[in-house]
């Protein structure tokens, strides 16, 4: 049943985590219309990801576009533009997901809003009966991801959380070597994440709203601050009223793979972090620019590293994953993997597998999974406690960066977590509020 081998994730921060989990989602019980029956889908937030989302699900067969939403109205009418010379219709637009939420004939939205968005966005879509595609990071902080997990137990509707790449093939191909125990023991993990424009963009001053832009609307719950092009479109993630900065942008896609391949399902057993921002000019960016942090485990070591502003890295990767086990070292990242052995005796331990080309599907079968799950002809590539762990690895990096303490947990439960509450449990403006679920 379990095509690849997808794990539970069980245990969990703390007591909120343990209460939030409803065991046996069964998505393949849900009675679906008719498989032939058209998903009627909406989107939130259109400008980039959000609308190459979309792209790919009506290129499915049986999908119809019924909405869009943005609060931008110059990305909503180029959007509108994009679907009606992709389907030749126009749907309908707005500017209040609210208000595309009520229209009872919308089955399925997909989330493209920045983080600080996403908690608000999905638990309102999943209680007006919408089934979510939220992207990555699951959620901006930890307690919102929490409260996303416990609404999909409560309200039952399929969730598939962004990361992507456990759609992609050969992805799935490691997995199963991992799993498998190909490497042997496994003895680090690192994980590196060297992009240009991680250093944040260079600072602007304040300007006047650009016009068509509801911006009260795009900051949400978010503090009241002017407007400023450099915590805006594309790049409010190294600000962290809206974002986590490289470690949840692309940590929420490469912690993935090791905490599903290794079967981790919990917290570390402590993390700390080093780094700042160094990369020198003046950007405006609030997280580290340079930073490694060491997640430690019983019997491995996970590290991850990032330096924005650079693009070469390990094994001429400038992102990627290196399992080191016993018998080889496993690289990989979106471009491809290899197999370099150890060796004993002056002969390999197992066979070198030189680097391989993978298909670059991913992206497009995840979406069709999600549209599958939800016509109960799949299960869900990425649930939402996957989309959780994933997210929760970057921000306890974050977390112990922005405190300077090591945080530690005991059986699975974050020690003195009232500590770091404050960066756990965001504080919304008025008149929004944190979910009740
Ligand atoms: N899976 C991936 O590989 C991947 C890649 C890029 C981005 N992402 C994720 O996708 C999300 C969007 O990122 P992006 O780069 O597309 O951001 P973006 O800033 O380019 O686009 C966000 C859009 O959301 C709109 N928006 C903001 N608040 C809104 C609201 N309340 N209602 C409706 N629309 C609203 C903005 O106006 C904008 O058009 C983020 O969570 C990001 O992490 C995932």
Known sequence: MDKYNRRKF?????????????????????????????????LIGC???????????????????AGLCDVDQNVLENRASDVNKQ??????????????????????VFIGTPDHWHCLIAIHAMQAGKHVYVEKPLARTIAEGELIMKAAGKYGKVVQVGQHQRSGVHWQEIARMMQAGHLGKIRTVNLWANFDYG?????????????????????????????????????????????????????????DIPLWALNIQGPPKSVSSIGGIFAGGDRAIDMADTQTVIYEFDDFNMVWEHNGGTETGPYGRNYGIAFKGNNGTLIVNREGWEIIPETEDDKPIIEEVPFQEPGKRGHEFHVANF??????????????????????YGHIG???????????????????RSQFEHIITPQYRKPWSLPKI
């Open 10 to 42: 069980i245990k969990t921060s703390g007591g909120a985590l343990a209460a939030a989990m409803t065991p046996g989602l069964n998505f393949l019980n849900q009675n679906w219309r008719d498989p032939s029956d058209t998903i009627s889908v909406g």
């Open 47 to 65: 400008r980039s990801m959000g609308f190459g989302l979309l792209h790919h699900a009506l290129n499915q067969p049986g999908v119809a576009c």
């Open 87 to 108: 389907t030749g219709k126009t749907p309908k637009l707005y500017s209040d997901y609210r208000k595309m939420l009520e229209d009872k004939d919308i089955d399925a």
């Open 199 to 255: 250093q944040g963009p260079e600072r602007v001053p304040d300007e006047a709203v650009p016009e068509g832009v509801n911006y009260d609307m795009w900051l949400g719950p978010a503090p009241k601050r002017p407007f400023n092009p450099n915590r805006f479109h594309g790049v409010w993630r190294f600000d962290w009223d809206y974002g986590g900065g490289l470690i949840t942008d692309w940590g929420a896609h490469l912690f």
């Open 371 to 392: 549209l599958d799950t939800i016509r109960g002809e799949a299960e869900l590539n990425c649930p939402v406690e996957a989309g959780y762990l994933a997210a929760f």
């Open 398 to 416: 974050n977390i112990a960066h922005r405190t300077g303490e090591r945080l530690s947990w005991d059986s699975g439960t974050l020690v003195n």
